[in-house]
């Protein structure tokens, strides 16, 4: 049985820091290309970072580049997102899922359709 749970999320105040952690059971983590994303209220779910199975390649949406960062550990299954800088508009529900494809291809990678296994989400909110 595969279970995803997203965990870290929190009330943070403009301009600080979040590590987000998501943990995969039931399926070869290490194999997997993964991806973060993000619903904020009233808004459809939109892509945030995607990492390939080594680490070796990493995406992410222009409205974080440069402030946030996904990393994992696959000796421990884990997959991490910190989160610098953060702002009011950082404010969702942030959700790790399973990429279905190897790679974080450049056109597709946003995707919410092409990922499968998703978590629960952890809550973020950013005070301004």
């Known amino acids: 049985q595969v279970q995803v749970v997203e965990s870290g999320g929190g009330l943070v105040q403009a301009g600080g820091s979040l590590r987000l952690s998501c943990t995969a059971s039931?399926?070869?983590?290490?194999?997997?290309?993964m991806g973060w994303f993000r619903q904020a209220a009233g808004k459809e779910r939109e892509g945030v970072s995607c990492i390939s199975w080594s680490g070796s390649s990493t995406r992410y949406a222009d409205s974080v580049k440069d402030r946030f960062t996904i990393s994992r550990d696959n000796a421990k299954n884990t997959l991490f997102l910190q989160m610098n800088s953060l702002k009011p508009e950082d404010t969702a529900l942030y959700y790790c899922?399973?990429?279905?494809?190897?790679?974080?291809?450049?056109?597709?990678?946003?995707?919410?359709?092409?990922?499968?296994?998703w978590g629960q989400g952890t809550q973020v909110t950013v005070s301004s």
């Open positions: 899922a399973r990429r279905q494809y190897t790679y974080c291809s450049r056109s597709s990678w946003i995707n919410a359709d092409e990922y499968i296994y």
């Open positions: 039931g399926l070869t983590f290490d194999d997997l290309t």
